[in-house]
């Protein structure tokens, strides 16, 4: 299983940017999908999950009202909508999925398969 996490870049603070994410998963359509942050220096940061048919998702407080999570079974991608932008948003963003076997679990956890991150860098 690959992901390539992709869309990063400079951007200002209030500005938007779609990350996408392209999974070499034959069977994309049954794994849930998240996206997740990790700034310099800190812990890994879950920021949001989408169910496998696109029919559940979770964010978290942080992100919530400003990004949103989507999905494209028939392209196996799954998208990050970031509006209002902030330089506390600087940080390296991954996608990662999780197997059928953790469907309806908590969204936060069971991740097995990850990208190679995309860097985002919001100035003030």
């Known amino acids: 299983v690959q992901l390539q996490a992709f869309g990063g870049g400079l951007v200002q603070a209030g500005g938007s940017l779609r990350l996408s994410c392209a999974a070499s998963?034959?069977?994309?359509?049954?794994?849930?999908m998240g996206w997740f942050r990790q700034a310099l220096g800190k812990e890994r940061e879950f920021l949001t999950a989408?169910?496998?048919?696109?029919?559940?998702?979770y964010y978290a407080d942080s992100v919530k009202g400003r990004f949103t999570i989507s999905r494209d079974n028939a392209k196996n991608t799954v998208y990050l909508q970031m509006n209002s932008l902030q330089p506390e948003d600087t940080a390296v963003y991954y996608c990662?999925?999780?197997?059928?076997?953790?469907?309806?679990?908590?969204?936060?956890?069971?991740?097995?398969?990850w990208g190679q991150g995309t860097q985002l860098t919001v100035s003030s």
């Open positions: 990662a999925t999780r197997p059928p076997v953790y469907r309806g679990s908590d969204f936060r956890r069971g991740y097995t398969y």
């Open positions: 998963l034959r069977t994309f359509s049954s794994y849930d």
């Open positions: 989408i169910s496998w048919n696109g029919g559940s998702t």
